[in-house]
């Protein structure tokens, strides 16, 4: 008989990342940050960015192109805006390191920028606007990363799948969270696809002369995604190419590691951007909690398309993945579970109850 997989309680699974990041040499504090943000992810049901990455993590610590002793620090700055080095430590933590900052001159000067070099893959871009939104702050995270994409009339790959994250505080309401790649669809989902066998649409791939395939196992070897949108996606991955890359002096496209194929031992240097606006400072923060409900529900309650129930804003379903979460534990995937699996055969570490 086929075993059921139960759901993971969060503490559990927060328990099993922790200790992973501590047996990688990482301290109480920095393993506690890194492992939060995974977490948080997999209850928003974003599995492609939770622990399922955390094997991957553990390679290039073990490795030392990621430095458990790292410290991100800020090199340049002025009122309101910062450049960080990451040191070459965990990208959660330097991202969270970034945020803050930018959080912080943000309610000194009404807005806060910050662009980090020397980094890493940092998860979920979607967490660290939250962090933001959290506070009475609008956020905004972005990253750039190795070629994997196409621009409209290309060959091959040209820019990264460079994701953008917006966050908004609300009142009564949860936040609005919007968490995207410029990519047509991630990177992830495409090897999960070649993984389990699942067909993909003519739509997510591109072969080598440029032309749709339908076939994932070219990824990322013979194929590459296609932009968001057509041009729309392309642009906005170049924006953030410029915020995250050209001016914090970060790798850009085909020079950045990437942090799965890449050898372990060197650093990637990815690079980051976040910016923060204190909501108070441009309006009356009561005021705009109270316009931001009545805005969405004003979405919410607009006429629905014919066999359509519910419109959902950006946020919603992680909003309820979460509550779910917190009650029934996380329905981790298949994948998820086999990589965690795997981790702790790598690390020597022992093997949960739950997995």
């Given at each position: ?6 759901p ?18 990482l ?13 948080t ?11 399922k ?37 965990v990208?959660m ?41 959290r ?11 190795t ?34 790649s ?23 791939l ?69 910016l ?21 529900r ?32 996380i ?25």
């Amino acid at each position: 008989m086929e075993r059921i997989s139960l759901p993971v309680p969060i503490g559990a699974l927060q328990e099993l990342a922790l200790a992973a990041f501590r047996c990688c040499g990482l301290n109480e504090a920095d393993a506690e940050a890194a492992a939060e943000v995974l977490v948080t992810t997999d209850a928003w049901g974003v599995y492609t960015h939770g622990t399922k990455s955390l094997r991957g993590y553990a390679r290039r610590l073990r490795g030392g192109g990621l430095r458990a002793d790292g410290r991100p620090q800020i090199v340049r700055q002025g009122p309101a805006w910062a450049v960080i080095d990451g040191d070459s430590s965990v990208g959660m933590v330097t991202a969270r390191f970034a945020m803050r900052t930018a959080m912080d001159k943000a309610r000194a000067c009404g807005l806060g920028f910050t662009t980090v070099r020397n980094s890493c893959h940092f998860g979920a871009a979607g967490f660290y606007a939250w962090m933001a939104a959290r506070e009475g702050m609008v956020g905004q995270a972005m990253a750039n990363d190795t070629a994997s994409v196409t621009a409209p009339g290309s060959r091959g790959p040209v820019l990264g799948s460079n994701p953008f994250a917006f966050a908004a505080p609300a009142g009564e309401e949860a936040p609005i969270l919007l968490d995207i790649s410029t990519a047509a669809v991630a990177g992830g989902k495409v090897r999960i696809a070649a993984a389990f066998g699942q067909p993909i649409p003519p739509t997510w791939l591109v072969d080598l002369q440029g032309a749709p395939t339908l076939d994932p196992h070219l990824y990322p070897h013979a194929a590459s995604l296609t932009p968001m949108a057509g041009h729309k996606g392309y642009g906005l991955a170049l924006m953030i190419e410029t915020l995250s890359g050209l001016l914090s002096g970060a790798r850009l496209t085909q020079a950045i590691g990437s942090w799965i194929d890449s050898d372990p031992a060197l650093p990637t240097d990815h690079g980051h951007a976040f910016l923060a606006l204190d909501v108070g400072a441009f309006f009356p923060l009561d005021q705009y909690r109270q316009r931001m409900d009545e805005l969405i529900r004003q979405i919410r309650s607009a006429p629905k398309a014919q066999g359509q129930e519910r419109i959902w804003l950006p946020g919603e379903k992680e909003w309820e993945a979460q509550a779910q979460a917190r009650v029934h534990g996380i329905p981790l995937p298949a994948d998820v579970r086999e990589s965690l699996s795997g981790l702790i055969g790598d690390l020597g570490l022992a093997r949960p109850d739950w997995l």
